[in-house]
């Protein structure tokens, strides 16, 4: 008896940890998202600013690095740049398929410091969607932002990160899966 009193609640514990470790990554993100830490900027395009203030500089860096085994150089045109808060700015990144094949990436950004990613704002953005890259195709992808004039004067530098992944094998798990589903 005194047995499985204690298994009822060790069942219970597994299972509440269980639970709560699938609530974590969701949390974790309403809480960047509330925060403005681990510099996960919106993936929505923003409306263009309608106020610009023209008394502040902001430098602004743009870094760019391919998953391990990801095929794909990218780029910005311009390392850094100092930027007016409120201003729009548009920086061109170039891409390339180094593959010999057909492969799709996916940019995943990042904005440090962590606040200031909520003051980062994207109108364009090729991390927008998915990029779906010939064979050793080269492409222009532009980036259109520009900096909440709320941003707190004591930041004056930020950094925009992309992560680039190769995402061609999922693409073709959900194709062939959407196609299967038709079929039934």
Do not use: W
Not at 58 to 70: E, M, N, Y
Not at 98 to 127: D, E, T, W
Request: aromatic residues 10%; proline residues 5%.
């Amino acid at each position: 008896m005194e047995h499985a009193k204690l298994l009822k609640r060790l069942i219970l514990a597994t299972l509440l940890m269980f639970a709560f470790a699938f609530a974590l990554v969701p949390l974790y993100d309403v809480f960047c998202q509330i925060t403005g830490l681990n510099g996960k900027p919106s993936l929505e395009a923003a409306q263009v600013s309608e106020k610009v203030d023209e008394g502040r500089t902001v430098s602004i860096s743009f870094i760019t690095h391919a998953q391990a085994g990801a095929p794909f150089k990218v780029k910005a045109e311009k390392y850094a740049m100092e930027v007016i808060p409120g201003e729009m700015y548009t920086v061109n990144f170039s891409a390339k398929n180094l593959a010999g094949k057909n492969r799709v990436m996916q940019a995943v950004p990042s904005v440090s410091p962590g606040i200031a990613a909520k003051y980062l704002h994207k109108v364009a953005c090729f991390c927008f969607n998915q990029q779906p890259m010939q064979a050793n195709q080269e492409a222009e992808l532009p980036l259109l932002f520009y900096i909440d004039p709320e941003l707190p004067d004591e930041i004056e530098e930020l950094t925009l990160s992309y992560a680039v992944f190769d995402i061609s094998d999922s693409v073709k798990t959900a194709k062939v899966e959407n196609k299967n589903e038709n079929r039934i």
